[in-house]
């Protein structure tokens, strides 16, 4: 019986959508979009987005190559920015829908984060191999970013993303991906307020003042680890300096501090990371 409500509501609403919408309609009424009736005068004020993050991606992949695999493969994006002049962006991807281009992630407790994110593919190549076996990062052209940061403002705004939830591929699946890499200016998303400001850049000071006791004594593996974990990095807490710690320090380095990004522990990426999870305390408000 609901079954055959629901189908004549489906097939009348089309024939009397013409007559609600001339004036017909019932203040306080409204339907689902499968044309079931609904009460709509009241509105929860508990709510909010079930969009959380922002996750940044380069496609490695040239223009052409990167529309025909993110619409026709297992593999997508909401959005891609291509490298045209001047860029586009492409919604491949309605937002309140899940785009998969996060795998397996996590951050700060929160896990597989394409249900939970938007993700923003920029068409970029990556990097090259250097004949002696090294990877060369490729710089993002300068108009590739004045288009993004417009694209983050309004997604971070609507969807009320925190500034530190706008995150790169690499921090959220560290295991095997490390884009947008270490070229990606970070530090101009910064200057745009859309996130956080880089604590090299705003808090040198505090930096420089802790970066100073760590190399008198350099942290060892555990206190990386559980720092990196405190940040939001997903890091399991062995002890040692292994595989996946390396892969977890060299996505924070190439956000961080992109000069060096090896992996290794340093008293420069210890006194990075304890600035961020020591923010300096806010200034009391007046009186
Ligand atoms: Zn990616």
Known sequence: MNRLRQVAAALLLPLL???LTAGCATPGMG???????VVTTHTAKGQDSRVLFLVIHYTVADRAQSLHILTEREVSAHYLLTDETPPRIHRLVD??????HSGVSGWKGHRLLNASSIGIEIVHPGFRKRPDGEREYLPFPEAQIDALIPLVRDIVARHQIRP???LGHGEVTPAYKEDPGPTFPWHRLAAAGVVPPLPGLAQAARVAAQRATYEAALP???WFQQQLQQWGYVIERTGQWDEQSRRVMMNFQMRYRPALYRGDMDAESAALL???NNPPP???AAP
Not at 95 to 100: D, P, S
């Open 17 to 19: 959508l013409p007559l």
């Open 31 to 37: 339907t689902t979009e499968g044309g079931i009736p």
């Open 95 to 100: 937002e309140n829908r899940r785009a998969w």
């Open 164 to 166: 530190e939830r706008v």
């Open 220 to 222: 060892d593996a555990a």
């Open 274 to 276: 304890w600035v961020l």
């Open 282 to 284: 806010a200034p009391k």
